[in-house]
């Protein structure tokens, strides 16, 4: 938690796949997130543009259907089989059928790029987040969602230590600059629109976009394709990173690829994993929907970012 007093500092923008940034962020009582341009083609290098390619075709021959994988270390990994190669595995098994105008082979060499850059996250979030001795049973969780229609256009927080966050295509994550939000309102609302601004002929979207610029007047850092947001969350400090995804996102109305790497205790997992195989099972009677980022997203929809 953050020292009493202690004044905010703007959110730090950085370069390429350097971890330094993140490390401080994750150290400093008075930051709160990080935002790493060309994060994505750092990592993937040469292989950048040929995955970009296939990413762009795979969304718009998608859409507006959708199509995820969520992967959870060392379960359903193969003996031996380390995280880095367990997302290969199965992001290849995922993504198996080649996007129109990608031939086969390009379409290989864009899943193992796209396996990198998770590795790369991955890496990242080691660095940044050194988890010692007494926190040894942390287990990394990585989804790859394509025109996912649930993403959250509010600011809020999640309820994580660390995530990292990327999009290969459409806008990326917008945060709120630390030293912008208004902390007394955000408290005072406990994060959630008040119901005086969803009233008759309000849609909901309609009371996003006055929530809002309410909760941060100014200094928004927009992710652009490619960059990385890398954000603290409520477990870490209470002030965590404050953030939305674009408006462009609600509702999956534009063809958008996203990928979230976070690391949550081996029992969470595992509840998170019952969770996403329960989705596509009659196991609910009363249709409620999947509850795993409850606590991450309030009363939304299960949201990466």
């Known amino acids: 938690m953050p020292a009493v007093g202690v004044l905010p500092q703007p959110t730090v923008v950085g370069d390429g796949h350097d971890a330094a940034p993140a490390e401080a962020m994750v150290a400093a009582a008075d930051q709160n997130g990080v935002v790493l341009r060309g994060f994505v083609a750092s990592v993937a290098g040469d292989a950048g543009d040929g995955m970009a390619a296939w990413a762009g075709r795979l969304a718009g021959a998608l859409h507006p259907r959708s199509l995820s994988v969520q992967v959870y ?19 290849k098994a995922t993504f198996c059928r080649a996007p129109p105008g990608v031939t086969p082979d390009a379409a290989k060499a864009a899943l193992a790029a796209v396996a990198e850059v998770v590795a790369g996250m991955a890496r990242l979030h080691d660095a940044a ?72 002929g309000t849609s909901f979207l309609g ?60 029992d969470v997992l595992h509840e998170f994993y019952e969770a996403y195989e329960c989705q596509d099972c009659d196991c609910s009677d009363d249709g409620s929907d999947d509850e795993e980022d409850e606590e991450d997203e309030e009363d939304e929809e299960e949201s990466s970012e």
Not at 73 to 91: D, H, K, L, S, T
Not at 133 to 144: C, E, G, S, T, V
């Open 207 to 266: 009371a996003v976009k006055q929530w809002n610029p309410r909760v941060v007047a100014s200094g928004e850092v927009a992710c652009a394709p490619g960059d990385l947001a890398v954000m603290k969350g409520g477990k870490m400090t209470d002030r965590p990173c404050l953030h939305r995804a674009p408006y462009s996102a609600d509702a999956g109305r534009h063809p958008r690829i996203l990928i979230m790497v976070e690391r949550v205790a081996q």
């Open 73 to 91: 270390e060392g379960i359903n990994a193969e003996e031996g089989e380390g995280f880095p190669a367990q997302v290969a595995r199965q992001v």
């Open 129 to 200: 987040v050194p988890y010692g001795a007494a926190q040894k049973d942390m287990r990394f969780r990585a989804k790859i969602e394509v025109n996912h229609a649930g993403a959250c256009t509010k600011f809020h927080d999640d309820m994580v230590d660390v995530r990292l966050v990327t999009t290969l295509v459409g806008e990326g994550t917008v945060l709120a600059d630390n030293t912008a939000v208004d902390w007394g309102y955000y408290d005072e609302c406990q994060g959630r629109i008040p119901a005086g601004m969803q009233g008759k």
